[in-house]
């Protein structure tokens, strides 16, 4: 890979050669991966924590998906398997990924998240019962939101499809945290050190559109605050072939010894980030409504 002068890519390149021995005959083992079938989601909420509503709204290719999904299969052996967005139940060929998943051997257990004022399709409903509870459907009710959300739960129920139902409280004692705004300063390198070695999210590796990070908001940030990737941090998963090279990559992005680039740009999921707001606030225009703190 190509030398980076800075001293924390320098520590990258020491961290991939180690790996091109590591993995020469082993897969990557990730705990725990999301997947995003689109960057589209009808609601708008102001501290979504894939910054949605900041960025430009974009269906995926579902076809293409799965053909990644494939690629880092090889690659990888993953042991819970999450189908995100956006909200996934916008895309409308959401049952061909399903489908998928169903008769995949290597996904064993995961779950798709989804806000639940989008009712399913006829053919998603039925790729749910063909799934058998292999993924369990994660339906979030924010305040506000459950009288949108009734017909949703009421089809899981009567096809006796797997389900949490995770209720948000309208105040601030919810687990929602305000982690940045479009209008975030940058952050210094030593705050954001603190921040990733404790942020619950470091390790929810993240797949969109072939895209590779080692947490949601590197998909976003360099949209949102036109912050250029780190070739470590972002992999693409259709330059790979199933070799060596492929596994070392992965497995340097999702390095958890260093924070990520993108980190600059976010107050974390952590225990020293004070900020709770109420889950699920709707932004009202284009322009992002200033946060009280």
Not at 252 to 264: M, N
Not at 267 to 283: D, E, R, S
Request: glycine share 4%; hydrophobic share 30%.
């Amino acid at each position: 890979m190509k030398e980076l002068s800075s001293e924390k890519n320098a520590k990258y390149q020491k961290i991939y050669k180690k790996n091109l021995k590591k993995y020469k005959n082993n897969k990557v083992e990730l705990d725990f991966l999301e997947v995003w079938v689109g960057k589209t989601c009808n609601l708008r909420c102001r501290d979504c924590l894939h910054m949605i509503p900041y960025i430009k709204q974009k269906k995926l290719e579902v076809s293409r998906l799965i053909g990644d999904c494939k690629r880092l299969l090889e690659l990888c052996s993953i042991n819970y398997f999450s189908i995100a967005g956006g909200e996934p139940f916008c895309c409308k060929n959401l049952f061909e990924l399903i489908d998928f998943v169903t008769e995949s051997a290597d996904i064993k257990d995961g779950k798709i998240v989804t806000n639940g004022t989008v009712v399913p399709e006829e053919r998603t409903i039925d790729a749910l019962r063909r799934m058998k509870g292999k993924l369990e459907i994660r339906v979030d009710v924010y305040p506000g939101q459950a009288d949108k959300t009734a017909k949703f739960i009421k089809i899981l129920e009567e096809n006796e499809i797997r389900n949490h139902i995770q209720f948000y409280r309208g105040d601030k004692k919810s687990n929602w945290k305000h982690v940045s705004s479009p209008m975030q300063m940058k952050i210094c390198e030593s705050m954001s050190e603190m921040i990733y070695s404790d942020c619950t999210v470091r390790h929810c590796y993240t797949m969109c559109d072939g895209e590779l990070t080692a947490c949601p908001r590197g998909i976003t940030t360099e949209e949102v605050f036109s912050l250029e990737k780190n070739p470590f941090e972002h992999v693409n998963i259709r330059e790979l072939k199933n070799d060596v090279k492929a596994r070392a990559r992965i497995a340097t992005c999702f390095e958890d010894s260093l924070y990520k680039d993108y980190c600059k740009y976010c107050l974390g999921l952590t225990a020293f980030n004070p900020y709770y707001v109420v889950p699920g606030v709707q932004v009202k225009s284009n322009e992002y409504e200033k946060f009280e703190i």
